[in-house]
Structure formats: structure tokens, C-alpha cells
């Protein structure tokens, strides 16, 4: 019976083993998504959020993640041949590049909720070959803005009035500027005179505006993200509006979307995320495409939906265009038939990219908007905002006799990069702040995990080895009996 006390001692000690090893395993499951997780991801949540003294705040209140706005401008290299009806041809020169400063004034810390204005502002930062006084040559869209309006509006008068009386020359099909005239405050005696006329009207055409944006007289109010941590840095209301003007049906909304430098903590694959872009007026929308590194940290990059860049019926004007073109007319005083596509036509219909020469293939990595997104903290850390700007010259009868023989084309005058991207100082903050304490706390586990293994082991082994002791020694072992009874004498 020796045996059979064995065997059910050996038995008994693997059952306690193999306890031991459950509860290490339970242990394990218990802290790596239980207490110890939750904890991390409420850290993540909080810090995340727009609270005074949080390190998200003082970046989106003031960001020091290094901004720029690169230029690339369409030099027309035959000027003359176009006014006969030919083709125009470009040489694309640039960059041209400017530092971003964007900083924001609180007004107000609610409940939930921040109201503020912003400033942008730019400064030349010279690459070496490109200045600002480079003269270019590109079309007089001063001349093209106020011939649309002549058809549509009363302009249509004073325009024929300056042209008619005017002492300066008139106006010219083609014009020669420096890049910085171009870019943030053109003007030509026609405008001049025309603002003469009708006070309403700017003296400048600005295709740019340097810290003179809407947003920096109007408040802002987006979610804190203190409620619900989803809704970080969303806009409820953008310069004074809760609702994007030129919309039917409140087909492009504000809501929901943030500036692009940061979105909500614990980003999904499977999202859609949702940008609003001033300079053209719209909220785009970006999907999940691949995963990247920056600077050595994981993030999933986002790219632009190709349908957010096609005409919108919802749209209160400028939708007859070809498929890749947006209006931007709307934005212009006086109204101009400005468009944005992306940078060389990508997505575009092929002919508008036909109708012109020397403009470079397009190229998806090039050319499109994306954003590369830390997932736990939603920070962004490389963004690209790429529009493309082209004003649409149609052939004209009448008095306007520099388009009495051109051919109609969506003329592209510049396209721009505005981008951020991560240095080294903030990647090593990223790290100290978020990525040391995970690893941390992975790693405690793990360690937390081995250690309850080896007891579990070393407490298996030593109770086996007692047993078996216990199975040979002990005194509860069963007597022998004789195999046969002998008889005893009557």
C-alpha cells in the first residue's frame, strides 16, 4: 500500500503546484489589464487633457514644436506665347520658407471648455538660394479678380470707368512681382483705382494673411477635454462661428475637428479624424494608411481622403469644376475665381494637368496631406497641410483685350506646405513623460510575473520533495500483513 500513499501524495503536491502556477498567471492578468493599467491609462487620460500646467496645454497654448510654412511658386516662363493662345509654362521655384509662430490668448477656462484668439505670424527664414525680392512672372489675377466681378456684380462700371480714364497704363495680361508682394500684399493701380471707387473694397488682394487672420479678433472655443477626454481640442466654434459659411445642410461642420496638432489620447486604427484647414474653409477628413516611426517613436499615419478635395453639392457656389478642385473664391474681397487642388494636380482630373507645362507629376508622398499620430497621447508628430492655389482665366470679349485670344485654363499660381514636425528636445520629453513610465510599469509586470513563477516553482519542488519524504517516513504508512493466515493449535 506503500505505492498507492505514494502516488496520491505526489498527486496532491502537483495540485498544489499547479495552483501556485494559476494564481501566478491570474496574477499576471490581474496587473497587466487590471489595476496597475488602468491606473497608466487615467495618467495618459489626464495629462492628456487641456488643464493649466499640463505639458498638452502649455504645447497648444504656444506650440515649440518647430512650424513652417514652405512656398512653392509657378515662375510663367512664356508669357507671350500664352497671350497668343498657347499653352503656359512654368518653372517651379522655392522653397520659399517662413517660420510659424502660432500662439493663442486664453479668455476664458469653463467648464469643460476654453475660449481663446489666435495669432499666427511668419517670418522668412532663407533657405540660401530663394529670397523674397525674387521678381516673378505670373498672371494679373488683380485683373482676372476684377473682370469676374464685372460680369456679376455693379463693378462692372467702375472697372470700364478706370480702364477708360485712368492715366496709368492699362492693365496687362501678365504681370512681373516679388514673391512677397505676391504672397501678402498685392496691389496695382487698378486696384488703387478701384478702391477710389468703392471703400469696401481692399487695396491689397491678400492670398496670404500674416498675423491678421479673422481668428485673432474673433474667439475660439473648443472642449478641454476634462469631461470626456474623446473630444480634446475639438472645436465647438471657430472666429465667431459655430457653423461654416457657403454650407447647405450643415454639410461641413467645425465640430469634431481640431487644428491638427493634437486629437484625443488612445487613437484606433479605424477612426476617422477630422481636421479644419482655415485657408480653405472646410473640414477635411483623414483615414488610417500604415504604420510609421518619428524620431524613433511608433505613430500611425493619417492621410487625407481623396473625396474632400472634389466638387460639393452642398456647396453654395463654385461646384461646376473639374474633379480635384475646390472653390476658394468665396474667401477673396472683392470675390475672386480662386480654386485649391492638391500640389501638381495629384487626384485631379488629367486634363487640368494637360493644359499646362513644366508643372512635375504628381507624387503622393509629395503632394498629400497626411498626419503621423502618436496613438496613446494623440500628439501629432509630423504634419503636412498642402494646398495648391490656381485662379481660372477664361477668354473674354469687349474691351478686355489681353483675353480676347487666350486659351482658358485653371491657372496655378503657387502651391504651400505647411508642416510640423518633431525635434529631438520634444522627443526626448515625449519619452521621459510618457513611453519611461510605460516601459516602467510593462516591465515591474513582467518582473512581478517571474517572481511569482519561481515561487510558484521553488514552492512546487520543495513540497513534492516533503511528500515524498513524508510517503517514506511517515508514520501513518499502512502495516504489513502476513500474505497467509497460519492456524492456530486447538
Given at each position: 500500500?506503500?505505492?498507492?500513499?505514494?502516488?496520491?501524495?505526489?498527486?496532491?503536491?502537483?495540485?498544489?503546484?499547479?495552483?501556485?502556477?494559476?494564481?501566478?498567471?491570474?496574477?499576471?492578468?490581474?496587473?497587466?489589464?487590471?489595476?496597475?493599467?488602468?491606473?497608466?491609462?487615467?495618467?495618459?487620460?489626464?495629462?492628456?487633457?487641456?488643464?493649466?500646467?499640463?505639458?498638452?496645454?502649455?504645447?497648444?497654448?504656444?506650440?515649440?514644436?518647430?512650424?513652417?510654412?514652405?512656398?512653392?511658386?509657378?515662375?510663367?516662363?512664356?508669357?507671350?506665347?500664352?497671350?497668343?493662345?498657347?499653352?503656359?509654362?512654368?518653372?517651379?521655384?522655392?522653397?520659399?520658407?517662413?517660420?510659424?509662430?502660432?500662439?493663442?490668448?486664453?479668455?476664458?477656462?469653463?467648464?469643460?471648455?476654453?475660449?481663446?484668439?489666435?495669432?499666427?505670424?511668419?517670418?522668412?527664414?532663407?533657405?540660401?538660394?530663394?529670397?523674397?525680392?525674387?521678381?516673378?512672372?505670373?498672371?494679373?489675377?488683380?485683373?482676372?479678380?476684377?473682370?469676374?466681378?464685372?460680369?456679376?456684380?455693379?463693378?462692372?462700371?467702375?472697372?470700364?470707368?478706370?480702364?477708360?480714364?485712368?492715366?496709368?497704363?492699362?492693365?496687362?495680361?501678365?504681370?512681373?512681382?516679388?514673391?512677397?508682394?505676391?504672397?501678402?500684399?498685392?496691389?496695382?493701380?487698378?486696384?488703387?483705382?478701384?478702391?477710389?471707387?468703392?471703400?469696401?473694397?481692399?487695396?491689397?488682394?491678400?492670398?496670404?494673411?500674416?498675423?491678421?487672420?479673422?481668428?485673432?479678433?474673433?474667439?475660439?472655443?473648443?472642449?478641454?477635454?476634462?469631461?470626456?477626454?474623446?473630444?480634446?481640442?475639438?472645436?465647438?466654434?471657430?472666429?465667431?462661428?459655430?457653423?461654416?459659411?457657403?454650407?447647405?445642410?450643415?454639410?461641413?461642420?467645425?465640430?469634431?475637428?481640431?487644428?491638427?496638432?493634437?486629437?484625443?489620447?488612445?487613437?484606433?486604427?479605424?477612426?476617422?479624424?477630422?481636421?479644419?484647414?482655415?485657408?480653405?474653409?472646410?473640414?477635411?477628413?483623414?483615414?488610417?494608411?500604415?504604420?510609421?516611426?518619428?524620431?524613433?517613436?511608433?505613430?500611425?499615419?493619417?492621410?487625407?481622403?481623396?473625396?474632400?478635395?472634389?466638387?460639393?453639392?452642398?456647396?453654395?457656389?463654385?461646384?461646376?469644376?473639374?474633379?480635384?478642385?475646390?472653390?476658394?473664391?468665396?474667401?477673396?474681397?472683392?470675390?475672386?475665381?480662386?480654386?485649391?487642388?492638391?500640389?501638381?494636380?495629384?487626384d485631379c482630373d488629367e486634363s487640368l494637368h494637360k493644359a499646362v507645362e513644366g508643372i512635375s507629376p504628381p507624387n503622393r508622398?509629395?503632394?498629400?496631406?497626411?498626419?503621423?499620430?502618436?496613438?496613446?497621447?494623440?500628439?501629432?508628430?509630423?504634419?503636412?497641410?498642402?494646398?495648391?492655389?490656381?485662379?481660372?482665366?477664361?477668354?473674354?470679349?469687349?474691351?478686355?483685350?489681353?483675353?480676347?485670344?487666350?486659351?482658358?485654363?485653371?491657372?496655378?499660381?503657387?502651391?504651400?506646405?505647411?508642416?510640423?514636425?518633431?525635434?529631438?528636445?520634444?522627443?526626448?520629453?515625449?519619452?521621459?513623460?510618457?513611453?519611461?513610465?510605460?516601459?516602467?510599469?510593462?516591465?515591474?509586470?513582467?518582473?512581478?510575473?517571474?517572481?511569482?513563477?519561481?515561487?510558484?516553482?521553488?514552492?512546487?519542488?520543495?513540497?513534492?520533495?516533503?511528500?515524498?519524504?513524508?510517503?517514506?517516513?511517515?508514520?501513518?504508512?499502512?502495516?504489513?500483513?502476513?500474505?497467509?493466515?497460519?492456524?492456530?493449535?486447538?
Amino acid at each position: 500500500m506503500r505505492r498507492r500513499g505514494t502516488a496520491i501524495c505526489a498527486c496532491g503536491c502537483l495540485s498544489t503546484s499547479l495552483l501556485f502556477l494559476a494564481l501566478a498567471v491570474s496574477t499576471f492578468v490581474l496587473v497587466q489589464v487590471g489595476i496597475l493599467q488602468e491606473t497608466l491609462d487615467n495618467y495618459i487620460r489626464k495629462e492628456a487633457t487641456l488643464k493649466p500646467g499640463h505639458e498638452s496645454y502649455k504645447q497648444w497654448v504656444h506650440p515649440t514644436i518647430p512650424m513652417y510654412k514652405d512656398f512653392y511658386i509657378f515662375n510663367l516662363t512664356n508669357p507671350s506665347e500664352f497671350a497668343r493662345g498657347e499653352k503656359p509654362s512654368f518653372k517651379e521655384l522655392g522653397p520659399y520658407r517662413y517660420r510659424e509662430n502660432r500662439k493663442k490668448t486664453i479668455l476664458e477656462q469653463g467648464d469643460g471648455t476654453i475660449t481663446y484668439v489666435m495669432s499666427r505670424t511668419f517670418h522668412f527664414n532663407s533657405t540660401g538660394e530663394y529670397t523674397e525680392n525674387d521678381t516673378i512672372t505670373t498672371i494679373n489675377f488683380a485683373y482676372v479678380a476684377a473682370i469676374y466681378n464685372a460680369n456679376t456684380t455693379k463693378l462692372r462700371d467702375d472697372l470700364q470707368l478706370v480702364i477708360d480714364t485712368s492715366v496709368h497704363p492699362k492693365p496687362e495680361l501678365v504681370i512681373h512681382t516679388t514673391v512677397y508682394k505676391l504672397l501678402w500684399e498685392y496691389t496695382d493701380p487698378l486696384i488703387n483705382e478701384l478702391y477710389k471707387l468703392r471703400k469696401t473694397l481692399s487695396p491689397y488682394i491678400y492670398l496670404q494673411l500674416n498675423n491678421s487672420y479673422s481668428d485673432r479678433e474673433l474667439p475660439s472655443i473648443v472642449h478641454s477635454g476634462t469631461k470626456d477626454s474623446l473630444k480634446t481640442a475639438q472645436f465647438i466654434q471657430w472666429a465667431g462661428l459655430k457653423e461654416l459659411p457657403f454650407w447647405r445642410n450643415k454639410a461641413n461642420f467645425i465640430h469634431n475637428s481640431t487644428e491638427g496638432l493634437l486629437f484625443h489620447p488612445f487613437i484606433h486604427q479605424d477612426e476617422e479624424l477630422q481636421v479644419f484647414i482655415s485657408d480653405a474653409n472646410r473640414t477635411f477628413h483623414l483615414h488610417y494608411r500604415n504604420k510609421v516611426k518619428v524620431r524613433g517613436i511608433d505613430a500611425y499615419r493619417f492621410r487625407l481622403l481623396d473625396s474632400d478635395f472634389r466638387p460639393d453639392p452642398n456647396y453654395l457656389t463654385g461646384n461646376n469644376t473639374p474633379i480635384g478642385l475646390i472653390y476658394l473664391g468665396v474667401l477673396q474681397n472683392p470675390e475672386a475665381p480662386v480654386y485649391g487642388s492638391k500640389p501638381h494636380f495629384l487626384d485631379c482630373d488629367e486634363s487640368l494637368h494637360k493644359a499646362v507645362e513644366g508643372i512635375s507629376p504628381p507624387n503622393r508622398n509629395r503632394d498629400d496631406i497626411l498626419a503621423d499620430i502618436e496613438p496613446i497621447t494623440g500628439s501629432s508628430l509630423r504634419l503636412h497641410q498642402r494646398i495648391q492655389l490656381l485662379i481660372n482665366v477664361s477668354q473674354t470679349s469687349g474691351h478686355f483685350k489681353s483675353f480676347h485670344h487666350i486659351t482658358p485654363v485653371y491657372f496655378p499660381l503657387f502651391y504651400l506646405d505647411e508642416y510640423a514636425t518633431l525635434d529631438e528636445k520634444l522627443a526626448a520629453k515625449l519619452n521621459e513623460m510618457v513611453f519611461t513610465p510605460i516601459k516602467t510599469v510593462h516591465t515591474g509586470v513582467w518582473v512581478l510575473f517571474g517572481l511569482c513563477c519561481f515561487i510558484s516553482l521553488t514552492t512546487g519542488l520543495c513540497t513534492i520533495r516533503w511528500c515524498a519524504n513524508l510517503c517514506k517516513y511517515g508514520d501513518w504508512v499502512e502495516e504489513r500483513r502476513p500474505l497467509i493466515l497460519q492456524k492456530t493449535d486447538s
